[in-house]
C-alpha cells in the first residue's frame, strides 16, 4: 500500500498531484516516489465522510478521505485504492484518473 508522489532530484521537493517543472527550484529531473505512511495532522467531518491533511515526512502534505477510526497525529497507512481495506487508511485519489473510475 502506498501512494506515488513526484520527487524533485535536483531540490529532493516532493509534490502531489504531478507537476511538469519542480515548483521550488524549476527543475525537470523528477522521477516518481512511493510514500506508504504519514501523520494526520486535520480532521474534517463531512456527515460520514472523514477528510484529513496527512503529513509524509519530510513532504508533501497530502489531503486524504480517511477509513477507520483516526485522530490527529496518528500515522496511517496510504492507499491509491478506493475500496476500503476494513484497515485505517488514508486513501488519496492517483493524480490524472477520471473521477468516474474512483467510484
Known amino acids: 500500500m502506498s501512494v506515488t ?9 516532493q509534490w502531489f498531484p504531478a507537476r511538469l517543472l519542480c ?4 527543475g525537470a529531473d523528477l522521477a516518481p516516489r512511493s ?4 501523520v494526520v495532522e ?5 456527515g460520514d465522510v472523514v477528510i484529513a491533511s496527512v503529513a509524509c515526512d519530510p513532504e508533501p502534505l497530502l489531503v486524504a478521505r ?5 485522530e ?3 500515522v496511517v497507512e496510504l492507499t491509491d485504492r478506493p475500496e476500503p481495506s476494513g484497515r ?5 485519489p492517483p493524480s490524472g484518473i477520471p473521477r468516474e473510475e474512483l467510484s
Request: glycine letters at 18%; a positive charge.
Open 66 to 70: 480517511l477509513h477507520g477510526p483516526v
Open 35 to 38: 510514500v506508504e505512511r504519514g
Open 88 to 92: 485505517c487508511v488514508a486513501f488519496v
Open 23 to 26: 515548483p521550488r527550484c524549476g
Open 42 to 46: 486535520q480532521l474534517t467531518h463531512l
Open 5 to 13: 508522489v513526484q520527487n524533485c532530484r535536483t531540490c529532493g521537493g
Open 72 to 74: 490527529v497525529g496518528d
